[in-house]
């Protein structure tokens, strides 16, 4: 009998333990972009991501203005300033998406849900920028 108690204990103890290992905080990391026609040495810390942007976004240049990165956990929220007054509020949705809101002082520039995989950068924006646009790359490092 107290055998057969603790199989029942350990299962219930794996049962709740699982959950929360599924929901550690995770690594996200911003990039803020500027894209452009303006000729320009290629700006090698956009390596990981230059692959993504030219195909899609079709600029002859793509030049980092901001990065930085913060831990999201689990029904959490936090704010990651990437510089110049862009803000990126973040937050833990539903089914493992990030709510994420782009501002720059006051004025919301961008207000959407994602979903972030390791290692994979999500591409946000196109914000008009002079004769540019504005992009902000996310990913869980």
């Not at 994420?100 to 004025?107: D, F, I, L, P, T």
């Not at 959407?112 to 004769?131: C, Y």
Request: net charge positive.
């Amino acid at each position: 009998m107290k055998m057969w108690i603790g199989i029942v204990l350990a299962a219930v103890c794996v049962g709740f333990a699982t959950p929360a290992l599924a929901q550690q905080p995770m690594e996200v990391e911003a990039m803020l972009i500027l894209a452009s026609n303006e000729p320009a040495p290629l700006d090698r810390r956009l390596e990981r991501v230059d692959y993504l942007l030219r195909p899609v976004l079709r600029f002859e240049t793509y030049r980092l203005l901001g990065q930085g990165s913060v831990l999201l956990g689990a029904g959490g929220s936090t704010s990651l300033a990437l510089g110049d007054g862009h803000v990126l509020y973040l937050r833990m949705g539903k089914k493992g998406h990030v709510e994420v809101s782009w501002q720059r002082g006051e004025e919301r520039l961008l207000s959407t849900s994602v979903g972030l995989k390791r290692n994979k950068p999500t591409i946000l924006g196109g914000v008009p920028q002079g004769d540019g646009r504005l992009i902000v790359t996310l990913m869980v490092k």
